[in-house]
């Protein structure tokens, strides 16, 4: 059996210079103050960052002109350029390959629907669960991303948002405002426990000291690292939680979720049963389906009766069709097949709904552009 890389927070290797996001309101404070600017100038700077969402030295004309380009060259480094973007649904999802300052590539998407605009956004470049239907899956984990690297990708996509630049079916202008943030891009969230939770910190905080998202509108999804549930658990956060159960029985989610030879389903559904309970948050229950591999009627059944048993009201299943990844024996399930998978689901008193697949042909599922590079 492989071994999984189980560590909580692997090394710094590769971590991007310090950048504001990285840092508390107290922590600003205190860096403009070691580099001899007026502390306040933290308060200057995190406005023009997470207020105007820009990090351009030149529209920060209420700071003197060289403090302003020490303070941006210390605590504004860029962090992502844009390698490639893509997009699909007539403009509504557009997805962007970032290059990191060490060269190291991770990826964003943007959807806009007519109420909302989701950013979906990466934890890690590459990510260790080696679950074996996903493409970020496969190149196994290359490093952690940064809170700012994380911070930055929300950042961009509001300041896109705010532009004007995600259009809305039918070429109508979509919305003005991101208002979702979800952990679905590349990596594994509680993998990268620390970082992930002060980003969320960032990213829901009102400015001018963050992004000001509501936190019930970010969800963080996991494998299912229990002891990393219960830690988030006594966060005191209102995100919400997301498990990729993609099937009810262990011996099948030993090898979709290889994690799960370490905690089993049981045990994960326990530690999403707590953090219902202290939240009072449903948790999605992610199920990529997939044919003939986890979409019969019984796994269906015994799905809906765990989940009831275990979670009660607090469960809703997101079904999502599987999205083939280039060179894999998999695909998505028929659609009566998974329609009937639904009602099943549904008629163990457990909420269960099929995920809008968005950007299909810009291969913007699971990490698919970086691993094409
Ligand atoms: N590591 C986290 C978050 C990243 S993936 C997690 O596993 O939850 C976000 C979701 O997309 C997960 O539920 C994941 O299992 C699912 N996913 C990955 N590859 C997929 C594919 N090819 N088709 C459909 N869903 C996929």
Same mark, same amino acid.
């Given at each position: ?29 205190q ?7 007026k502390p ?65 590539? !991770?990826?964003?998407?943007l959807?806009?629907?007519p109420? #909302?605009? $989701? =950013?979906?956004v990466?934890? +890690? *470049?590459?990510? /260790? ?18 809170t700012?690297?994380i ?17 809305g ?13 979800v952990?679905?891009g ?18 829901c905080?009102?400015a ?43 011996? !099948? ?8 030879? #370490?905690? $089993? =389903?049981?045990?994960?559904? +326990? *530690?999403?049963? /707590? ?83 968005r950007?299909?042909?810009i291969?913007?599922?699971c ?6 590079g």
């Open positions: 059996m492989t071994s999984l890389p189980l560590v909580f927070d692997a090394p710094r290797r590769g971590l991007p210079p310090r950048h504001l996001a990285d840092l508390s309101s107290a922590e600003r404070a860096a403009v103050a070691d580099l001899g600017e306040f100038r933290a308060k200057q700077l995190s406005h023009h960052y997470f207020a105007r969402l820009t990090t351009e030295s030149d529209a920060m004309t209420d700071i003197p002109s060289t403090a302003r380009d020490r303070l941006v060259g210390e605590l504004l480094p860029t962090l992502l350029s844009p390698v490639r973007q893509l997009r699909c649904d007539e403009g509504a999802t557009r997805k962007t390959l970032w290059r990191a300052h060490d060269g190291t590539l !991770l990826e964003s998407v959807m806009g629907y109420d #909302r605009a $989701t =950013v979906c990466s934890s +890690q *470049a590459g990510c /260790g669960m080696a679950c074996p239907f996903c493409a970020t899956g496969q190149g196994g984990l290359r490093r952690n991303l940064s700012a690297e911070v930055d990708q929300v950042r961009l996509a509001a300041a896109a948002v705010r532009d004007g630049e995600l259009g079916e039918d070429g109508a202008r979509g919305p003005q405002r991101l208002s979702n943030v952990f679905m590349m990596g594994e969230p509680l993998a990268n426990y620390r970082r992930v939770v002060d980003a969320v910190h960032r990213i905080d009102p001018p000291d963050g992004l000001g998202i509501s936190q019930r509108s970010v969800t963080v999804s996991t494998v299912g690292l229990v002891p990393a549930i219960r830690k988030l658990t006594e966060e005191e956060l209102q995100v919400r939680l997301a498990v990729s159960l993609h099937t009810p029985d262990d011996e !099948l989610r030993n090898t979709l979720v290889p994690v799960n030879t #370490r905690w $089993t =389903v049981s045990e994960v559904l +326990q *530690a999403a049963r /707590g953090y219902a309970d202290r939240t009072g948050r449903r948790v999605s229950i992610e199920y990529a389906l997939i044919r003939d591999v986890n979409d019969q009627p019984w796994r269906a059944d015994l799905l809906g009766k765990k989940l009831h048993t275990h979670l009660g009201q607090f469960a809703h299943v997101n079904v999502i069709p599987l999205n083939p990844t280039p060179g894999s024996k998999w695909d998505a399930s028929p659609k009566p097949v998974q329609d009937e998978f639904v009602r099943r689901v549904k008629a163990q008193g457990v909420e269960c709904t099929v995920r809008d697949t950007g299909r042909e291969a913007a599922a990490g698919q552009l970086a691993a094409e």
